[in-house]
């Protein structure tokens, strides 16, 4: 039977008190930090301890008793599969929310609902001028009429010009955001790298830096919101069999072979998005970018991005400007990106049916993406339909009583022997069509003139909403709404005739063809409209087109939001510090602080036994 | 064994909830205050473009009563005017009828006269406005309609009176052989009576030769100077040999006692014998107007006219134009105008009629004034007819616009009573959310724990 060492109790039970007192200053430390955001609750590490091994002639009699408690560590409680759910759910929420900020500011343009005593802005302006066409009709030729018809062509080219310079704020403040979300998430990789150096550090000197993984979790939460990431943690080999752990963060979306690297370890990259360069070889000496304008600057900061506002990754580099070996600069793709990095990005760049084919190259769905520049566009498609199709109403060549083309002296003009009116027009192939309009344009007596330009008198070309305006000679009373092309064979034109004016108000219920190529040039769609209806139902097909889009992202963000709310409760959950926890351990310390206390009086007795009472019989 | 829930996840959650609670508040309380079903596209996409669309049609249909409230009045406008052409058609009619068989015949110089400016009212009549437009121009309602062309009547060259007769300029002239010289020229038969005179008056020398003062001048045996008085027919080449004091008093004269040809021009055209083309473009002119008919055009852009309405009135159609078989005018202006020329030469005393013709001419034309009226009545009942339709096409267009204005109703506006309810429920809620909150971080075991 082996022989037990009489002190050995008391070492297990001093080791028993320091575990208590570890396991007390513990839980202060989490009750202390359960409302610091993002600290994960520690635990202590106990072990059993137990001096000695097995002997060769140890007598199956001998009785091994362990010698005492050994705190080996603090440890945080996290559940990586919540975290890596959360961080995917924020990618979500991130993406949804960027789209619908941008989505609700463009809903403050477009979505007229409720607004002008409920009639709407433009909707109501297009009624009003079909109103005082009406109007118009039944007193045609009065001066007063034709000013009232004058007034509200004014106040709609306005709107539309409004409706534009307010396009163009959202533009610029997204810009902004864009911009500072690209300084912020630079700002967060360097924050992360430089974390990453110092528990690498600790990690070599033996300490798990838990707060430090505590910042740097949080970090990786708040890149995970500007960008959808995988996560994972390696093994970085110092040599003589040292390891430390090391942190890889990639972009979480698109093919998984290719997903660019945001952080290796002490590594880290910064995002660029590439200026606009001057390749002009005349003036790139001088000047190396070019503006919005396509103009020649030299300031960087003048400069406009790229056309897509396509990413560049660095080359991942360490706090000490040193690059990692192989690693070289990367442009992450159209698709590449998810979370509310990229929502900013389509937001700027996706133009939907007014794609291009450098666009849909880059991004087949780009058709279907929508963005500030396909409202834009659309905007633009249904001033320049208004201002184009009164033009030409308002625009054309003297006629008889039998609709025929005549000159100034009412003499009927003929083509190939006929008599040339619409009718004969419109029976001709399009090269003979045109050789008539040539007799009609050379003699005929042009009547009207335009009734909306870009800007300048009497330009009617590429009109938008941005400069859409009432001619000048309309202003000045040298063009007024013409009301008939009609010259019976010896009279002057009735001052009463209203045909053009019938025509004009029925413009308002013909179904227009909206192409995308008539307002972008570089429109892949050129033939084909996108669209067909009238001038209010294009306007109610971009604010619905916005009001589904809007409805489908509140939608999605809710979800979002609720999953991911979940999500993170249900980490708290694991990782959170809860009263009642750390009550218990509380009591629980205390009481095996208070057990081991007593252990060492009873072992302390027992021994007083022996000591001094023990072999004085008598005494 | 149950999942683990620390204070902070729960108070996560609650926030959530409490501001889930609240969102859901709010929008129940924005439904209260818009008394909207939806306050923007995004809540409601496929309402808010029916809701838009049907306020269009509402808008359109607001206008359509507009215009046809606008055609009803001023066709209202006509049908006065034409009353009151109506009227004074049977006054005229009735007159006409009594002095051609009133044996003595004494009014009929008083209302050959009457006659004469009912017809210059009927004209202004047919020029009233309704607005700034003139109602029986067709569709060049800016510019007046009707108006007379005034000719002095001649037989011949020479102009003459009511009654026939040349109109005569006398003019008196010291006789010198210039002046003879002249006169036998231009008019033969006075210089014969002249030369008879100088030779009767005329005082002669020894030499037989007639004695002329400083000037020229004849003179008669007391030394006076001789004068002539001749009296000439007045023609336009009569006048454009005459000094400019005399051209005056021969258009004083003209004036005074020339008879007048007055012709109805509309839009300066002849209605009688003017251009049959134009006069046919005329009655069918068009100003078409949108009253809901379904405005629309052909492929070539133009209007379909069973889609719109004519607001055209052209006054010929009503007054008459153009002549009928017996070459004779058929409109009533002037008809009446004829009727007043006739009635006015007849004597003043007696009444006889200028000429015997007149009377008969007077007969003829009374039939010809009665078809002229019933053409006006005609006329006048298909514009009351036109009337009828605006009338009907008006309530029309007031019900519709009603419905419309429900079915905007229907998508736009909640029901008060509901959404009264969605919001009291919504705030009972969030009151227990709140209530919720303050239990929500309950007491642990910390606070048992001695």
């Known amino acids: ?619 | 064994m149950t999942m683990r829930v620390t204070t902070n996840s729960v108070l996560k959650s609650y926030r959530s909830s409490l501001s889930s609670s609240f969102s859901k508040l709010t929008k129940a309380r924005d439904t209260v205050l818009t008394q909207r079903n939806f306050n923007s596209y995004a809540e409601d996409p496929a309402s808010a473009t029916q809701a838009f669309k049907l306020r269009r049609s509402f808008i359109r249909t607001n206008d359509q009563l507009n215009n046809t409230e606008s055609v009803l009045n001023k066709f209202g406008t006509a049908y006065q005017v034409l009353d009151n052409i109506s009227d004074l058609a049977n006054e005229a009619n009735d007159a006409v009828l009594r002095a051609i068989n009133d044996p003595t015949g004494s009014g009929r110089n008083a209302l050959g006269q009457t006659l004469l400016v009912t017809a210059d009212s009927m004209l202004q009549l047919m020029n009233s406005k309704y607005g700034d437009s003139f109602v029986f121009a067709g569709n060049d309602g800016l510019n007046v309609p009707f108006s007379w062309q005034q000719e002095y009547k001649k037989n011949g060259d020479v102009y003459v009176d009511k009654y026939g007769e040349p109109l005569v300029h006398t003019m008196t002239n010291n006789v010198t052989d210039a002046y003879l010289a002249d006169l036998q020229t231009r008019n033969p038969n006075a210089y014969q009576s002249a030369m008879a005179s100088v030779q009767a008056y005329a005082q002669t020398d020894a030499n037989g030769d007639y004695v002329v003062d400083g000037d020229g001048n004849y003179l008669d045996a007391e030394g006076k100077i001789l004068s002539f008085t001749e009296e000439n027919k007045i023609t336009d080449d009569y006048i454009a040999g005459l000094n400019d004091t005399e051209k005056a008093n021969v258009d004083a004269i003209i004036k005074r006692d020339a008879a007048v040809i007055k012709t109805v021009l509309y839009r300066g055209q002849d209605i009688t014998n003017g251009d049959a083309n134009l006069i046919n473009h005329f009655t069918n002119e068009s100003a078409f107007m949108d009253i809901g008919m379904g405005l629309k055009d052909n492929e070539l852009g133009e209007l379909n006219e069973l889609s719109a309405f004519n607001s055209a009135l052209c006054g010929l159609n009503f007054v008459g134009h153009s002549t009928d078989a017996d070459g004779d005018a058929q409109n009533l202006i002037s008809i009446v105008q004829e009727l007043g020329d006739i009635f006015s030469r007849c004597d003043i005393d007696s009444g006889e009629f200028a000429h015997d013709e007149d009377a008969a001419r007077a007969t003829e034309l009374q039939l010809k004034l009665y078809d002229a009226m019933g053409e006006l009545t005609s006329a006048t009942t298909d514009l009351s007819t036109r009337a009828s339709f605006l009338n009907t096409n008006a309530e029309q267009l007031t019900d519709a616009s009603v419905l419309l204005n429900e079915q905007i109703v229907n998508i736009e506006d909640c029901d008060l009573a509901d959404a009264i309810t969605t919001f009291s429920w919504a705030q009972y809620c969030y009151n227990a959310a709140l209530k919720v909150g303050n239990s929500v971080l309950s007491e642990s075991l910390m606070d048992y724990m001695k």
Do not use: C
Not at chain 1, 64 to 72: A, E, H, K
Not at chain 1, 595 to 618: F, H, M, P, S, Y
């Open chain 1, 1 to 619: 039977m082996a022989i037990s060492n009489s002190f050995s109790g008391f070492t297990a039970a001093r080791l028993g008190l320091y575990a208590a007192q570890y396991g007390l200053n513990l839980t202060s430390n989490n009750t202390s930090n359960i409302n610091t955001h993002g600290y994960t609750r520690q635990v202590l590490q106990q072990e059993s301890f137990r001096s000695g091994g097995t002997d060769m002639y140890s007598s199956p009699y001998s009785i091994n008793i362990g010698n005492g408690v050994l705190t080996t560590g603090v440890n945080q409680i996290r559940d990586p599969y919540l975290d890596l759910r959360f961080r995917n759910e924020n990618a979500n929420v991130g993406s949804a929310e960027a789209r619908l900020s941008t989505l609700d500011s463009l809903a403050a343009i477009f979505d007229e609902v409720g607004r002008g005593e409920g009639d709407g802005v433009i909707e109501k302006q297009l009624s009003d001028l079909m109103t005082q066409f009406q109007n118009y009709s039944f007193e045609a030729g009065q001066d007063e009429f034709d000013t009232l018809v004058r007034s509200s062509a004014t106040t709609l080219a306005q709107l539309f010009n409004d409706y534009s310079s307010q396009l163009d704020d959202i533009e610029a403040n997204l810009i902004d955001s864009f911009e500072q979300d690209i300084d912020t998430i630079n700002g967060i990789l360097s924050s992360i790298r430089d974390l990453s150096a110092s528990i690498r550090k600790a990690d070599i000197h033996g300490d798990p830096a838990l707060e430090l993984r505590d910042q740097r979790n949080l970090l990786i939460d708040e890149l995970s919101k500007h960008m959808k990431i995988d996560v994972s943690y390696g093994v970085e080999d110092l040599g003589e069999g040292f390891k430390v752990e090391k942190l890889i963060i990639k972009i979480g979306s698109g093919e998984y072979a290719t997903r660019p690297t945001l952080v290796d370890g002490v590594f880290a990259t910064q995002l660029t998005v590439p200026r606009l360069e001057n390749t002009d070889p005349d003036t790139a000496d001088a000047l190396p970018y070019l503006d919005k304008d396509g103009q020649p600057t030299a300031n960087l900061d003048d400069a406009a991005y790229n056309e897509h506002y396509l990413i560049t990754l660095e080359p991942l580099e360490n706090p000490r400007g040193i690059v990692l070996e192989g690693s070289n600069e990367v442009e992450i793709a159209d698709t590449q990106l998810y979370g509310s990095l990229q929502s900013k990005r389509e937001m700027l760049t996706k133009q939907g049916e007014y794609s291009t084919t450098d666009d849909l190259t880059l991004d087949p769905d780009a058709a279907a993406n929508r963005g500030i520049s396909f409202y834009r566009h659309a905007l633009n498609s249904l001033a320049n339909k208004v201002a184009n199709v009164f033009n030409a109403l308002n625009v054309g060549y003297q006629v008889n009583e039998n609709g025929f083309y005549t000159d100034a002296d009412d003499n009927v003009l003929t083509h190939n022997g006929n008599n040339i009116d619409a009718k004969y027009l419109a029976g001709l192939d399009d090269a003979t069509r045109e050789a008539a309009m040539a007799v009609v344009e050379a003699n005929g007596v042009q009547l009207g003139g335009l009734l909306f330009t870009n800007g300048t008198p009497d330009d009617g070309t590429e009109i938008n909403a941005a400069n859409i305006s009432i001619n000048k000679s309309w202003s000045n009373g040298t063009v007024r709404v013409q009301n008939s092309f009609i010259k019976p064979t010896g009279l002057p034109i009735s001052s009463q005739d209203n045909t053009n004016i019938l025509r004009m108000i029925m413009a308002f219920t013909d179904k227009q063809e909206y192409i995308a190529g008539d307002v972008f040039p570089d429109a892949e769609e050129q033939d084909s409209p996108y669209f067909r209806g009238t001038f209010q139902e294009m306007l109610s097909n971009i604010s619905a087109t916005l009001g589904n889009d809007t409805n489908i992202t509140t939608t999605l963000l809710d979800n979002y939001t609720v999953a991911a709310v979940d999500l993170d409760a249900s980490r708290d959950n694991v990782s959170g510090v809860d009263l009642n926890d750390e009550a218990a351990n509380l009591m629980q310390y205390q009481s095996a602080y208070n057990a081991a206390a007593r252990v060492i009086t009873t072992i302390d007795e027992a021994l007083d036994k022996l000591i001094n009472g023990t072999g004085a019989v008598g005494r």
